[in-house]
């Protein structure tokens, strides 16, 4: 295997400003007036919802817009709530992967289309709201539907204390969540797939597209949240059809139970926040029924948030998660699946932005994820367990994040730079796979342009 010679790097360059350009003008080629974005319907900028100017990393109003329902306009106006949105880049590993990423790329040095959406996100009077996205797969090839979250809300007086309460109709659990340190939006807030994944990822991020949930929240004084609700798979026909994937991780029997607990205060100049999160899922691992058992998987995390603007128009934004997950493996292990009946999953991440001017930023992610060994789910590693460590770190401009592009206000762009590094890769740093692997071979160099309208 290989080193990369830097001189592929303003090829890349070229590469993701060519996608960029191609993306602008497929958005751009939409009839004036049909799409406007959330930003046209509150009559702010990308910049007052999320920090940096571009999503989705929310600001505080940003928060409060989302738990009320995407209900806040400006004025009485009504707008078509369209929207458009595509993400181009350049991967590059430290050495050459061992087979391509997926089919159609190499195993180096690959540039793609990683995703084109689609999205009908707006309110609808002062109750009702949606949030609803289709996107087309650029590494697969494929159409999926995305994300989606319908909300209806409503504000009541309670011993003096104002409530909001909403329900919440979604198909990932914590896609309606409004801070950033749940798995559907934590950072990384854009990845790709071509490059090198590491340890698997705990239940609670890996039912997006396959589930739907309906979920009931309150919102006390702007500071408590308490939510709490159920998910349930959709069967397998209807999610191939919807361009997902049945069998990972496979069906939920019953219901899966998920609650939320937020507290979220003034502090040190700032906002800060400190949560609870949980769920439980009992799994038939891949559709497989035969055994008669389940998987069951229980998920418990604490998180906690912090952002300040500081006088000077720059912001600062920290946030971070500690997610245990128990799990008890009945079913893969009479199928044959996995070697133990109980394992752990630990994942641990925080990262650190931020944002000059609301244009300029740069973040740093640290991440690890340990796990218990089992000679069948992790039979490749050397190990034979998932650990996965590492830094990321991100450079990245938006410089319309304010509103100000030639293009209109509704047009915004963010141009970005990543890199990461990892200490541990599949249970070990070095010779992970019994034949000579680094961990630090899978270091991701990865450029790419981020556009919506």
């Not at 198909?171 to 590491?198: F, K, R, V």
């Not at 309906?214 to 998910?231: L, N, P, Q, R």
Request: proline share 5%; aromatic share 10%; with cysteine.
């Amino acid at each position: 295997m290989r080193h990369t010679p830097i001189a592929s790097i303003p090829a890349a360059l070229s590469a993701v400003a060519a996608l960029a350009v191609a993306a602008v003008a497929s958005l751009t080629a939409t009839s004036a007036g049909a799409v406007p974005a959330f930003a046209v319907q509150t009559g702010a900028p990308c910049a007052a919802c999320h920090v940096g100017g571009f999503g989705p990393q929310l600001t505080t109003y940003g928060r409060d817009f989302k738990l009320r329902g995407y209900t806040a306009r400006s004025g009485a106006a009504y707008n078509l709530p369209l929207s458009a949105m595509a993400i181009a880049s350049f991967v590059n590993t430290q050495k050459d992967q061992a087979s391509p990423p997926a089919t159609h790329y190499n195993v180096n040095d690959n540039w793609t289309l990683d995703q084109a959406s689609l999205f009908l996100a707006g309110g609808f009077g002062q109750h009702l709201g949606a949030f609803i996205q289709a996107t087309y797969d650029g590494v697969a090839r494929a159409f999926t539907w995305d994300n989606v979250d319908l909300r209806a809300v409503t504000d009541v007086t309670v011993a003096k204390h104002d409530v909001l309460l909403g329900v919440s109709v979604n198909n990932n659990p914590t896609m309606q969540d409004a801070w950033n340190t749940t798995p559907a939006w934590g950072y990384p807030y854009t990845s790709s797939a071509l490059a090198p994944g590491g340890a698997p990822g705990a239940i609670l991020g890996s039912l997006a597209q396959t589930t739907m949930g309906a979920t009931a929240y309150a919102w006390i004084d702007s500071k408590f949240y308490v939510e709490g609700g159920g998910y349930g798979s959709i069967g397998s026909r209807l999610t191939t059809r919807l361009g997902a994937d049945p069998t990972a991780p496979g069906n939920i029997k019953g219901l899966a139970p998920y609650a939320r607990l937020v507290y979220q205060s003034d502090v040190l100049g700032g906002t800060g926040s400190l949560g609870l999160m949980a769920m439980n899922a009992d799994i038939e691992p891949g559709l497989d029924a035969s055994s008669g058992a389940v998987d069951t998987y229980r998920d418990v995390g604490v998180d906690a948030t912090y952002i300040r603007n500081l006088t000077d128009g720059d912001t600062l934004a920290i946030n971070a998660r500690y997610l245990k997950e128990r799990q008890h493996l009945n079913a893969s292990s009479a199928l044959g699946l996995s070697a133990n009946k109980r394992n752990d999953l630990t994942d641990l991440r925080a990262d650190v932005s931020y944002f000059w001017r609301n244009r300029v930023g740069v973040t740093l992610q640290g991440f690890n994820t340990t796990g218990s060994p089992d000679a069948l789910l992790f039979a490749t590693n050397r190990n034979l367990k998932p650990d996965t460590a590492g830094l990321t770190g991100e450079l990245s401009t938006t410089p319309w994040g304010a509103g100000t592009s030639p293009l209109g206000p509704r047009f915004n762009l963010r141009l970005g730079l990543q890199y990461t590094y990892y200490l541990k890769y599949d249970g070990a740093g070095s010779n992970y796979d019994g034949m000579g692997a680094k961990a630090g071979d899978n270091n991701t160099l990865r450029l790419y342009a981020w556009t919506s309208y």
